[in-house]
T-cell receptor, first 114, second 112 residues
């Protein structure tokens, strides 16, 4: 079944650790996105990609980085986690005509940095 | 400039009552409009979308929304609320460049 997967679902990690949040989709979508969402709050776009080797920063400044080496894979990395990075991170993908089809979201990764 | 405004960050309804979640948009070009639902600790799930076909759009779980150009609105309704409808709801707009703009969300509480 075509879908978008995020791992881990929950992560509690100490300050200063390096972490990678995984996102994979099986729909062959060219466009992928990372959103940051604080509890009960709006979504903020932090990174997006329109295809392999294409990555851009979003509207919200983030210390995280992303890569897009394969169409289906769009991992997000924090080199040194801090408590301010505690949040929910949502990955999404879309076809080229996102306006027609909308985004497909993963289940999210809830990150807590202690 | 494109933007989405959701009126009311929290809405409470009794079980069986009408659900009305408000969304107004601003767009210089004909928009694509969407409603998403987010259950606790989950991602967003598409409820319905307007893509310039019928102005009354039916979605999943008994929800529907009506596109009103004159009012620049795309309000979400459901005739009878269920306890399972309690969630966060997001209105979103996409332009021809395919960039999405999300509203700030409305938290729906259903009172037994």
């Amino acid at each position: 079944e075509a879908d978008i997967y995020q791992t881990p679902r929950y992560l509690v990690i100490g300050t200063g650790k390096k972490i990678t949040l995984e996102c994979s989709q099986t729909m062959g979508h060219d466009k992928m996105y990372w959103y940051q969402q604080d509890p009960g709050m709006e979504l903020h776009l932090i990174h997006y990609s329109y295809g392999v080797n294409s990555t851009e920063k979003g509207d919200l400044s983030s210390e995280s980085t992303v890569s897009r080496i394969r169409t289906e894979h769009f991992p997000l990395t924090l080199e040194s986690a801090r408590p301010s990075h505690t949040s929910q991170y949502l990955c999404a993908s879309s076809e080229i005509g996102a306006g027609n089809y909308g985004y497909t979201f993963g289940s999210g990764t809830r990150l807590t940095v202690v | 400039a494109q933007s989405v405004t959701q009126l009311g960050s929290h809405v409470s309804v009794s079980e069986g009552a009408l659900v009305l979640l408000r969304c107004n948009y601003s767009s210089s070009v004909p928009p694509y409009l969407f409603w998403y639902v987010q259950y606790p600790n989950q991602g967003l799930q598409l409820l319905l979308k307007y893509t310039s076909a019928a102005t009354l759009v039916k979605g999943i779980n008994g929800f529907e929304a009506e596109f009103k150009k004159s009012e620049t609105s795309f309000h979400l309704t459901k005739p009878s609320a269920h306890m399972s409808d309690a969630a966060e709801y997001f209105c979103a707009l996409a332009n021809t460049g395919n960039q999405f703009y999300f509203g700030t969300g409305t938290s729906l509480t259903v009172i037994p």
